[in-house]
Protein backbone atom coordinates (compact mmCIF):
# COMPACT_ATOMS: atom_id res chain seq x y z
CA UNK A 1 0.00 0.00 0.00
CA UNK A 2 1.50 3.24 -1.05
CA UNK A 3 0.26 6.13 0.87
CA UNK A 4 0.88 10.07 0.31
CA UNK A 5 3.68 11.30 2.57
CA UNK A 6 1.42 13.45 4.16
CA UNK A 7 -1.46 11.03 4.97
CA UNK A 8 -3.28 10.64 8.15
CA UNK A 9 -6.46 9.11 9.84
CA UNK A 10 -8.45 7.30 7.43
CA UNK A 11 -7.27 8.46 3.66
CA UNK A 12 -7.27 5.97 0.59
CA UNK A 13 -4.00 4.94 -0.28
CA UNK A 14 -2.43 6.36 -3.66
CA UNK A 15 -2.18 3.11 -4.96
CA UNK A 16 -1.82 -1.02 -3.88
CA UNK A 17 0.27 -3.55 -5.33
CA UNK A 18 -2.26 -6.80 -5.36
CA UNK A 19 -3.02 -9.83 -6.87
CA UNK A 20 -2.32 -13.54 -8.16
CA UNK A 21 0.05 -12.01 -10.50
CA UNK A 22 2.29 -10.51 -8.15
CA UNK A 23 3.87 -13.27 -5.80
CA UNK A 24 3.09 -11.35 -2.86
CA UNK A 25 2.41 -13.85 0.51
CA UNK A 26 2.10 -13.20 3.94
CA UNK A 27 4.77 -9.43 3.23
CA UNK A 28 6.47 -8.80 6.38
CA UNK A 29 9.55 -6.55 5.41
CA UNK A 30 9.03 -3.98 2.67
CA UNK A 31 12.16 -0.85 1.72
CA UNK A 32 12.10 1.84 -0.95
CA UNK A 33 15.30 1.97 -2.92
CA UNK A 34 15.29 5.97 -4.49
CA UNK A 35 18.07 5.52 -6.53
CA UNK A 36 16.83 2.61 -8.08
CA UNK A 37 13.34 3.61 -8.00
CA UNK A 38 12.01 -0.24 -6.88
CA UNK A 39 10.37 -1.48 -4.29
CA UNK A 40 11.15 -4.42 -2.11
CA UNK A 41 9.23 -6.68 -0.59
CA UNK A 42 9.80 -10.04 2.02
CA UNK A 43 7.16 -12.44 1.91
CA UNK A 44 6.99 -15.15 4.36
CA UNK A 45 4.96 -17.34 1.21
CA UNK A 46 1.56 -17.98 3.64
CA UNK A 47 -1.36 -17.18 1.22
CA UNK A 48 -4.83 -16.27 2.91
CA UNK A 49 -7.39 -18.57 -0.06
CA UNK A 50 -8.82 -15.92 -1.20
CA UNK A 51 -8.81 -14.18 -5.09
CA UNK A 52 -8.47 -10.70 -5.17
CA UNK A 53 -9.38 -8.29 -7.75
CA UNK A 54 -6.44 -6.22 -9.40
CA UNK A 55 -5.15 -3.68 -6.35
CA UNK A 56 -5.63 -0.37 -8.46
CA UNK A 57 -7.19 2.49 -6.61
CA UNK A 58 -9.53 4.73 -8.21
CA UNK A 59 -11.74 7.65 -6.74
CA UNK A 60 -10.54 6.52 -3.40
CA UNK A 61 -12.12 3.22 -3.41
CA UNK A 62 -9.94 0.30 -2.17
CA UNK A 63 -10.05 -3.19 -4.53
CA UNK A 64 -12.35 -5.59 -2.69
CA UNK A 65 -11.73 -9.43 -2.17
CA UNK A 66 -13.11 -11.75 -4.44
CA UNK A 67 -14.13 -15.20 -3.99
CA UNK A 68 -12.54 -18.27 -1.00
CA UNK A 69 -10.55 -20.99 -3.56
CA UNK A 70 -8.16 -22.42 -0.38
CA UNK A 71 -5.55 -21.75 0.96
CA UNK A 72 -1.74 -22.57 -0.11
CA UNK A 73 2.15 -22.15 1.12
CA UNK A 74 4.65 -20.80 -1.14
CA UNK A 75 8.46 -20.72 -0.50
CA UNK A 76 9.60 -17.56 0.71
CA UNK A 77 10.79 -14.66 -1.52
CA UNK A 78 11.95 -11.73 -2.18
CA UNK A 79 9.84 -9.71 -4.71
CA UNK A 80 11.18 -6.30 -6.48
CA UNK A 81 8.54 -3.89 -8.31
CA UNK A 82 9.11 -1.11 -10.40
CA UNK A 83 8.52 2.43 -8.36
CA UNK A 84 5.21 3.03 -9.76
CA UNK A 85 3.87 -0.17 -9.90
CA UNK A 86 -0.26 -0.59 -9.20
CA UNK A 87 -2.57 -3.12 -9.35
CA UNK A 88 -1.80 -7.30 -10.52
CA UNK A 89 1.53 -6.88 -11.68
CA UNK A 90 4.31 -9.33 -11.90
CA UNK A 91 8.01 -8.30 -10.06
CA UNK A 92 10.49 -7.26 -12.24
CA UNK A 93 12.53 -9.58 -10.09
CA UNK A 94 12.15 -12.40 -7.47
CA UNK A 95 14.53 -14.51 -5.31
CA UNK A 96 13.03 -17.16 -4.17
CA UNK A 97 14.35 -21.28 -3.42
CA UNK A 98 16.34 -23.88 -1.82
CA UNK A 99 19.61 -22.22 -2.51
CA UNK A 100 18.69 -18.73 -0.89
CA UNK A 101 17.95 -20.23 2.36
CA UNK A 102 14.96 -17.67 2.88
CA UNK A 103 12.89 -18.79 6.58
CA UNK A 104 10.61 -16.02 7.59
CA UNK A 105 12.20 -13.57 6.14
CA UNK A 106 11.28 -9.65 8.14
CA UNK A 107 13.14 -6.24 7.75
CA UNK A 108 14.40 -5.66 4.43
CA UNK A 109 17.53 -2.84 4.70
CA UNK A 110 19.33 -1.65 1.02
CA UNK A 111 22.98 -0.45 0.45
CA UNK A 112 22.56 1.35 -2.52
CA UNK A 113 26.24 2.25 -2.44
CA UNK A 114 27.50 -1.67 -2.53
CA UNK A 115 24.41 -2.67 -4.63
CA UNK A 116 23.47 -5.61 -1.85
CA UNK A 117 20.07 -5.72 0.49
CA UNK A 118 20.17 -7.50 3.76
CA UNK A 119 16.66 -9.27 5.02
CA UNK A 120 16.57 -10.59 8.68
CA UNK A 121 15.70 -14.35 8.17
CA UNK A 122 14.13 -15.20 11.57
CA UNK A 123 13.81 -18.75 10.42
CA UNK A 124 17.12 -19.97 10.98
CA UNK A 125 18.37 -17.08 13.06
CA UNK A 126 20.38 -15.78 10.26
CA UNK A 127 21.32 -12.31 8.60
CA UNK A 128 21.04 -12.83 4.76
CA UNK A 129 23.01 -10.53 2.10
CA UNK A 130 22.16 -10.62 -1.72
CA UNK A 131 23.27 -8.59 -4.77
CA UNK A 132 20.63 -5.98 -4.94
CA UNK A 133 19.99 -7.23 -8.53
CA UNK A 134 19.95 -11.12 -7.60
CA UNK A 135 16.78 -13.05 -8.96
CA UNK A 136 15.80 -16.66 -9.09
CA UNK A 137 17.19 -19.24 -7.07
CA UNK A 138 20.57 -18.12 -5.94
CA UNK A 139 23.15 -18.26 -2.75
CA UNK A 140 23.37 -15.07 -1.00
CA UNK A 141 26.66 -13.38 -1.41
CA UNK A 142 27.22 -13.58 3.03
CA UNK A 143 25.75 -15.21 5.84
CA UNK A 144 26.31 -13.81 9.35
CA UNK A 145 25.03 -17.03 10.93
CA UNK A 146 26.23 -18.85 14.12
CA UNK A 147 26.60 -19.05 18.22
CA UNK A 148 28.89 -16.22 17.91
CA UNK A 149 26.89 -13.77 16.15
CA UNK A 150 24.29 -13.77 18.91
CA UNK A 151 21.74 -13.15 16.33
CA UNK A 152 18.22 -15.07 17.64
CA UNK A 153 15.22 -14.56 16.12
CA UNK A 154 15.84 -11.53 14.30
CA UNK A 155 12.89 -9.18 13.34
CA UNK A 156 15.01 -5.73 12.64
CA UNK A 157 17.85 -5.03 10.37
CA UNK A 158 19.45 -1.94 8.69
CA UNK A 159 22.85 -0.52 7.34
CA UNK A 160 24.50 2.51 8.73
CA UNK A 161 26.12 2.97 5.30
CA UNK A 162 28.15 6.48 7.14
CA UNK A 163 29.71 3.98 9.89
CA UNK A 164 29.85 1.19 7.35
CA UNK A 165 27.97 -1.06 9.98
CA UNK A 166 24.79 -3.25 9.87
CA UNK A 167 22.62 -3.31 12.73
CA UNK A 168 19.97 -6.38 13.69
CA UNK A 169 17.30 -5.97 16.35
CA UNK A 170 16.81 -9.80 18.28
CA UNK A 171 12.94 -10.81 18.68
CA UNK A 172 14.10 -13.74 20.71
CA UNK A 173 16.73 -11.54 22.74
CA UNK A 174 17.23 -8.41 24.45
CA UNK A 175 19.62 -7.47 22.41
CA UNK A 176 20.51 -5.03 19.39
CA UNK A 177 23.79 -6.29 17.45
CA UNK A 178 26.04 -4.21 15.85
CA UNK A 179 28.62 -6.03 13.20
CA UNK A 180 30.81 -4.51 10.72
CA UNK A 181 29.05 -4.26 6.92
CA UNK A 182 31.13 -6.54 5.23
CA UNK A 183 30.71 -9.19 8.39
CA UNK A 184 30.43 -12.83 7.57
CA UNK A 185 29.84 -16.61 8.79
CA UNK A 186 29.72 -16.82 12.73
CA UNK A 187 31.52 -13.17 13.48
CA UNK A 188 31.17 -11.55 17.11
CA UNK A 189 29.36 -8.38 17.14
CA UNK A 190 31.48 -5.30 17.24
CA UNK A 191 29.22 -3.70 20.36
CA UNK A 192 25.87 -5.05 21.73
CA UNK A 193 22.84 -3.29 23.07
CA UNK A 194 21.21 -5.11 25.93
CA UNK A 195 17.73 -4.52 27.81
CA UNK A 196 18.52 -7.72 30.32
CA UNK A 197 20.74 -9.12 31.62
CA UNK A 198 22.50 -11.65 29.49
CA UNK A 199 20.19 -15.52 29.71
CA UNK A 200 17.13 -13.49 30.51
CA UNK A 201 14.21 -15.57 29.82
CA UNK A 202 12.00 -13.97 27.24
CA UNK A 203 7.91 -14.40 26.82
CA UNK A 204 8.10 -15.41 22.91
CA UNK A 205 5.06 -13.86 21.88
CA UNK A 206 4.40 -13.80 18.48
CA UNK A 207 1.12 -13.06 17.33
CA UNK A 208 -1.19 -15.11 19.55
CA UNK A 209 -4.71 -15.34 18.56
CA UNK A 210 -6.11 -17.42 22.00
CA UNK A 211 -6.36 -18.34 25.36
CA UNK A 212 -7.26 -20.80 27.20
CA UNK A 213 -7.59 -22.21 31.27
CA UNK A 214 -6.78 -25.53 32.03
CA UNK A 215 -8.21 -25.46 35.43
CA UNK A 216 -6.66 -28.80 36.69
CA UNK A 217 -3.55 -27.99 36.11
CA UNK A 218 -3.82 -24.04 36.68
CA UNK A 219 -2.15 -23.64 33.34
CA UNK A 220 -2.71 -20.82 30.83
CA UNK A 221 -2.27 -22.19 26.94
CA UNK A 222 -1.93 -19.85 24.10
CA UNK A 223 -1.26 -20.80 20.29
CA UNK A 224 1.90 -18.94 19.27
Do not use: C
Not at 163 to 187: K, P
Not at 213 to 223: H, T
Amino acid sequence: MIYAQTATGSDAPLRMIRGPKTGLGDPHGVVFDGKNNEILVANHGNQNGRETLPGTVTGGRRGTPGALVGGRFDEPSITVYGGEATGDVPPVRRIQGAKTGLNWPMALTLDAEHDEMAVANSGDSSIRIFSRTATGNVAPVRIIKGPRTGIHGPMGVTFDVKNDELWVANYGDHTALVFARSATGDASPKRVIRNAPAGSPTVGFGNPGAVAYDSKRDELLVPN
